[in-house]
């Protein structure tokens, strides 16, 4: 049984940083996609951040880029979500997820393409 178990989120000012981890039980990655998404209140899903652990290329939402770094420890099965410079409307409860065969290019950041899902974590930034 695939198990996700997001933690790391909490309470940050205005430019702070946090690092979230995903650890990952029941599941070897290899040539899957694993993503971030997060949604605020009211909003739908949003797909923040992947990587195809086949050859750890990384994908980023235009409001993320530059500022949140997606990584993994295969050793570890955890992949880690950095974020940086953070910003009051990052937030949200993030999830981490996996989808068991690698999504198109244009469907890496789409909830819909992503099989298993973590219980979210709450990120709030405060002004």
């Known amino acids: 049984e695939v198990q996700l178990q997001a933690s790391g989120g909490g309470l940050v000012q205005v430019g702070g940083s946090l690092r979230l981890s995903c650890a990952a039980s029941?599941?070897?990655?290899?040539?899957?996609?694993i993503g971030w998404f997060r949604q605020a209140p009211g909003m739908e899903r949003e797909g923040v951040s992947c990587?195809?652990?086949?050859?750890?290329?990384?994908f980023y939402a235009n409001s993320v880029k530059g500022r949140f770094t997606i990584s993994t420890d295969n050793a570890k099965n955890t992949v880690y979500l950095q974020m940086n410079s953070l910003k009051p409307e990052d937030t949200a409860v993030y999830y981490c997820?996996?989808?068991?065969?690698?999504?198109?290019?244009?469907?890496?950041?789409?909830?819909?393409?992503?099989?298993?899902w973590g219980q979210g974590t709450q990120v709030t930034v405060s002004s």
């Open positions: 029941g599941f070897t990655f290899d040539d899957y996609a």
């Open positions: 990587i195809d652990t086949s050859d750890g290329s990384t």
């Open positions: 997820a996996i989808s068991d065969v690698l999504p198109h290019p244009v469907k890496r950041l789409r909830a819909t393409s992503y099989d298993y």
